[in-house]
């Protein structure tokens, strides 16, 4: 997989490829698709057909490896099940360790670098590996199906959006269109996991696209509607809490959904500093790579033993402990054992991700509250039921970062309109706290500790590709910054140049004269340009964005910079203007965005 984001137009495609795709793309489907919104719509149901029956697949997989790993019946969930024989959950977690140094080892042989629906909506216009996309998806199924304390969702999307990129790439779709595809995968693959067609439209587009339009909702929800209905045809869908379960929300009640709404957004802030803090002791250890995720399996299954509702996703967990009677005391400590047995399986390097832990932390979080108030005081009593739903969409949303999803997926499991208020209350309260204690939902804080300055899924890739070395001008004038004042004059008149650039004895960048200056100076004509040269200290680097240029142009209060080949050397390579930049910036803005919709 030497490219990951290779165009299937590439010239390098095998002849045999090229006929089938001639055969499966014909011309005709791919104009239709490129000049038709009725086409996205066609490709939409596709993408919303294929993802239903991968997420059905890929459940079915990682059950049937509970199953056979753990020795327990088939109707049963793993992290509900209490009769699990103690060497299997202390060795399957380790195995699943093995296995997945075994698939990095295959990763790293492959090559290129692996991006999920986000990063490359956000980076790559689109474009998603497909056979790196399954090798993810084959590691969040042994991480799962081994015990890992993960989730299935970030593997049901990373193979849903890749078909999803790979059917826009064979259609020659556009880069707008190739990100709502990428979306329509994404959202299918929520819609099919949870049963909640509108949660993974809406997942879509506050997750994975970044921003709403008219032209984007029929592709979005066809995609979702058709994924949940063949999931329902192959599967049987399961509830997070029964619908009917819930109690009418009162106005009393609001300040207990406040309260929980500001109790999960900080459990949902140290969950995902939880995580680093993990994956900055993996880093720092002396345990080579391939030994990291079979010491974390093993610290796992160590937790399993004080209680195995630490394994896996959680599914089992949540059915159990919402109807089960439990005390306070046992539900702090699953709330413990759950979050800490995820920061280990992910910072150890297992694949998955955080969506169910964070619904079913929440749950559980919203049932200690319930039932913590009661002991304290019988007046306090709150409706279990509804706390842990409410929980479910405050701690979510701290996490996935999407209020507006954990409200539909509220609505969706309850249809109780009244418990979604109380769920859009939560959510958003949830959100407001985490953006402004922490400013990163847990796919962006991941993005952050790369080092990659993405705060969402809008496409910023465009700006890298827009950099300063696409935009300078190569052509510029120097003079030695010694020239004496006369000199310059002498070699430029008026009209000739806006900007000289100055050299030191060394060739390197020593300030930029305007030729206003040049020509207006009070200084005496025998001294040399050196005493008015401007921004001696300010350049820009070819390295650099359209944006980052912009913004020190508005800091150093220049109208032009010069551009130099690195700092340590300071060799001028070019200059470019403010105006010129602000220009070619606004021209792509408006080509990306056609629909006026700002990034």
């Known amino acids: 997989m030497s490219d990951p984001f290779q165009d299937p137009d590439a010239t390098t495609q095998p002849s045999v490829g090229r006929f089938l795709r001639g055969l499966l793309f014909p011309p005709a489907l791919r104009n239709f698709v490129r000049s038709r919104e009725a086409g996205l719509v066609l490709v939409s149901l596709v993408i919303g057909l294929v993802s239903g029956c991968l997420v059905s697949f890929i459940s079915w997989g990682v059950q049937s490896m509970h199953v056979l790993l753990f020795s327990m019946p088939i109707e049963s969930r793993l992290s509900a099940t209490e009769d699990l024989p103690v060497w299997r959950i202390l060795l399957m977690p380790t195995l699943g360790g093995g296995v997945l140094a075994l698939l990095a080892l295959v990763g790293q042989r492959m090559g290129g670098r692996l991006a999920d629906a986000i990063e490359a909506n956000a980076l790559y216009g689109g474009r998603l590996s497909l056979t790196g996309s399954l090798l993810v998806t084959a590691q969040t199924m042994a991480s799962c199906g081994f015990g890992a304390s993960v989730g299935l969702e970030a593997g049901y999307a990373q193979i849903c959006a890749a078909v999803a990129s790979r059917f826009g790439l064979n259609l020659a779709a556009r880069r707008a269109d ?19 067609p509108l949660a993974g439209a809406f997942y879509a587009f506050e997750v994975v696209l970044g ?14 509607l058709v994924a949940n209905l063949v999931n329902q045809g192959l599967s049987s869908p399961e509830f997070l809490i029964k619908p009917g379960s819930l109690q009418a929300v009162s106005p009393q009640d609001l300040i207990h959904v406040v309260a929980i709404s500001v109790i999960c957004a900080l459990v949902g802030i140290v969950l995902m500093l939880a995580v680093s803090a993990s994956d900055y002791l993996f880093r720092r250890s002396n345990l080579p790579v391939w030994s990291r995720t079979i010491v974390g399996g093993a610290l796992v299954g160590l937790l399993g033993l004080i209680t195995p509702q630490v394994l896996g996703a959680g599914h089992g967990a949540m059915e159990r402990d919402l109807v089960a009677s439990i005390g306070p005391m046992m539900l702090v400590t699953i709330i413990i054992m759950k979050g800490l047995a995820s920061a280990i399986s992910l910072g150890a390097g ?54 507006v999803t954990m409200t539909a997926l509220a609505l969706e499991t309850t249809g109780n309109f009244s418990i979604t208020i109380a769920a859009l209350i939560a959510a958003t309260i949830s959100s407001a706290i985490v953006r402004e204690l922490f400013g990163y939902s847990f796919a962006t804080w991941r993005f952050h500790l790369r080092g990659e300055a993405i ?25 030695p910054a010694d020239t004496l004042l006369t000199a310059a004059r002498t070699r430029f008149p008026l009209g000739s140049a806006k900007q000289i650039v100055g050299l030191d004895p060394q060739g390197r960048y020593a300030g930029l004269v305007l030729l206003d200056d040049l020509y207006t100076s009070p200084e005496a004509a025998d001294r040399p340009i050196s005493v008015i040269v401007r921004h001696q200290d300010h350049m820009l680097y070819p390295w650099m964005t359209v944006r980052e240029a912009l913004s020190r142009f508005e800091t150093y209060e220049a109208d032009a910079l010069v551009v130099v080949d690195h700092e340590a050397t300071l060799k001028v390579i070019g200059i470019l203007s403010e105006a010129h930049a602000l220009r070619r910036y606004g021209e792509e803005l408006e080509r990306q965005n056609p629909d006026n919709v700002t990034t």
């Open 178 to 196: 190739l990100r709502l595809l990428v979306a329509c995968g994404a959202g299918a693959a929520i819609s099919a996991a949870f049963g909640a």
């Open 211 to 224: 921003t709403y339009t008219v032209g984007t909702l029929a592709p979005v929800a066809a995609s979702a």
């Open 350 to 403: 297992f694949r998955g991700g955080l969506f169910y832990a964070s619904l079913l932390l929440g749950a559980l979080v919203g049932r200690l509250y319930a039932d913590g108030g009661w002991l304290l005081n019988p007046d306090l009593a709150f409706d279990p039921d509804l706390a842990a739903l409410t929980g479910m969409a405050a701690l979510g949303t701290g996490v996935i970062g999407a209020p």
């Open 455 to 479: 705060r969402g899924p809008h496409d910023v890739g465009w700006m890298r590709d827009l950099a300063v070395r696409k935009l300078m001008r190569t052509e510029v004038s120097t003079l």
